[in-house]
């Protein structure tokens, strides 16, 4: 075991990062993250951290291109301060939905990020909810995947819902969608959704029983809320009575609130895994906190223990 813990983290989650410190105990690392006057990003780790286990929490949710910078620049000055392992902890892996070539000449970018992250110095990634389980495949250190599914499954078993039939708003979260429907005892339905572009989405069926039932939609980002929208229409259209959503990420941009608020959906339930400003909160959404599950992974790696029990 390593000896000394220290958490650092960059500006995008500073209210999670604080919580992790305090569930752990730990006072949060001594570091500056500002901005030169043309806007460059200086960083000066004001602390020694010789030999320290390091974690260095950062989501890189929006702006997503300064958050992703100043994590590699921190992790480059705590290598460069001689910090013995860095872990990169990335509750939200931004670009991760650009994980292949689906159309010619475009880049894999959730791989660049990989290899970006590897070469400033991070020894190992602890991430959750990664957008594809194939993504750990981009890197060539560590990464320890966790699931906001015992946070969410918690939640949805106090409402007691009966009736609940837990839907997938696409083919590629069938996976995890099953994971829910099991842990949730319900039914499993699937609606089969085609992207126009990055903003629209557009229905074309649903596969499953949905009249009279009641619905958790089950989801890994929420970015302009189209896919969500058009979902939690299709399925009121086809009979559904109360409609839930559950889902990680709230990168939440573009016209996501106004979405939102027209669907029938009667609560949205995500995590803190992004911040989401005042001035987009709405009574239908409601934020669960991973810092309890980030606090415990992050005992566990300093202490060499495993973290599958997590996962129990
Ligand atoms: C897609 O594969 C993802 O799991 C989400 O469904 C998608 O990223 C959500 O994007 P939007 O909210 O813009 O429809």
Known sequence: MRDKLSIFGGNSNIKLLKEICKLLRVKQGNASV???TDGEIQVKINENVRGNDVFVMQSTSFPANDNLVELLILI??????SADR???VLPYFGYARQDRK????????AKLIAN???????SRVLTIDLHAGQIQGFFDIPLDHLYAINTFVEYFKKKNIENLV??????GGIKMARAYSKRLKADLAVVDKRRINDRQAEVMNIMGEVEGKNIIIVDDIIATAGSLAEAASALKNAGARDIYATITHPVLCGPAIERIAASPLKE????DTIPIEDSKMIDKIKVLTLAPLLASAIKRI????SISILFE
């Open 166 to 171: 837990v839907v997938s708003p696409d083919v």
């Open 302 to 305: 300093h202490n060499e223990e």
């Open 268 to 271: 949205l339930v995500v995590t």
């Open 86 to 88: 860095i872990t990169a």
């Open 116 to 122: 970006l992250l590897s070469r400033a110095g991070a």
């Open 76 to 81: 480059d000055a705590l290598k460069r301060a």
């Open 34 to 36: 500002t901005r030169f």
């Open 102 to 109: 689906d159309q010619p000449r475009v880049p894999i970018t």
